[in-house]
């Protein structure tokens, strides 16, 4: 079994792929300077340290560590608009110092966050890999970031996958943002009984992974060696559009209350559909339906939030 670190630990999908690590048997130890992320996320088995990742002083946690899973981000597209100083000290200054703890503890690879935001520009749909327009202060500065993983490979000899989510969701996802994500948002609005905001018409269309097959991919691409140095899209390969994602929660739910509409957001893409033929290649699909996810979901948001 094998030693890996995540940064992120504490957060949505670090905490998620922290338990399958675990059940799989690996030595899990991570970080997080929990400013989104819950501590009480952490699971129980990870040798956990409050600690930033722009600090040099994480290089000693990388000692003997096979791979690295990097997820810690400032990842609001709105929080980055509105800061985009601290948004690319901590995606981008902070992803090269951990290319960089990594390659001097001699990681094996590094598996680390990109974002599907690099697409913003872009009107292919689905959409692959090499098709890129990001414009957001977000999609910007984790572009920027992962033009450091060709010199890490190129002079430190440090292996990488590029991962490119689309919209991840499931038990966990972070609802204490300033503008929590869509299914988040909902469920919890619905279930205290206020009002839901959708922004814009509700038209936009998304593609919706659920996180477990996120973390499928996850492993997948830590174990095989054909992903070496090359970027994934991860999505379901469908999309939804905002109204039909709410008409489906609100009538799990069982709710009769109509949501109020705001301005757009800014920076946001209209649509965002993934092409995974190069994921599935390698032998991933999706195997966790929309409706089903969202059940879990909102189980998870009844048990431990609300």
């Not at 913003?120 to 984790?142: C, L, M, N, R």
């Not at 922004?199 to 499928?216: H, L, P």
């Not at 599935?280 to 409706?291: A, F, V, Y």
Request: hydrophobic share 40%; aromatic share 8%.
């Amino acid at each position: 079994m094998a030693k890996v670190f995540i940064t992120g630990v504490a957060g949505f999908i670090g905490s998620n792929l922290a338990v399958r690590l675990l059940e799989e048997g690996h030595e899990v130890v991570g970080i997080d300077d929990l400013s989104h992320g819950l501590q009480e996320q952490v699971p129980e088995g990870v040798s956990f340290v409050k600690q930033d990742i722009r600090s040099k002083d994480i290089y000693p946690l990388f000692k003997d560590v096979n791979y690295v899973f990097h997820l810690a981000a400032l990842s609001s597209i709105p929080d980055c608009q509105n800061d985009p100083v601290s948004a690319c000290d901590v995606n981008t200054t902070g992803t090269v110092n951990v290319f960089e703890a990594s390659a001097k503890a001699g990681v094996k690879k590094i598996i680390f966050a990109e974002t599907s935001a690099v697409y913003e520009g872009i009107k292919q749909f689905p959409t692959p890999e090499d098709a890129v327009e990001p414009h957001s202060v977000y999609a910007v500065g984790k572009m920027a970031a992962r033009l450091f993983a060709k010199p890490y490979k190129e002079f430190r000899n440090l292996d990488s996958v590029g991962v490119r989510y689309f919209n991840v969701y499931g038990p966990r996802q972070d609802y204490r943002r300033s503008i929590p994500p869509l299914m988040s948002a909902f469920i919890l609005a619905l279930l205290r009984g206020e009002t839901p905001v959708i922004y814009g018409d509700g038209e936009k269309r998304r593609d919706f992974v659920y996180v477990d097959d996120v973390n499928d991919a996850h492993l997948l691409l830590m174990k095989d060696d054909r992903a070496n140095n090359q970027i994934y899209n991860i999505g379901s390969g469908t999309n939804n559009s905002i109204n039909e994602i709410y008409k489906m929660i609100k009538g799990l739910l069982g709710a009769d209350v109509e949501p109020v509409h705001k301005n757009n957001l800014e920076a946001e893409a209209q649509i965002t559909l993934a092409d995974c033929s190069r994921l599935k290649s390698l032998g991933w699909h999706p195997k966790t339906n929309l409706e089903e996810g969202i059940k879990i979901q909102i189980d998870y948001i009844k048990k431990h939030v609300i």
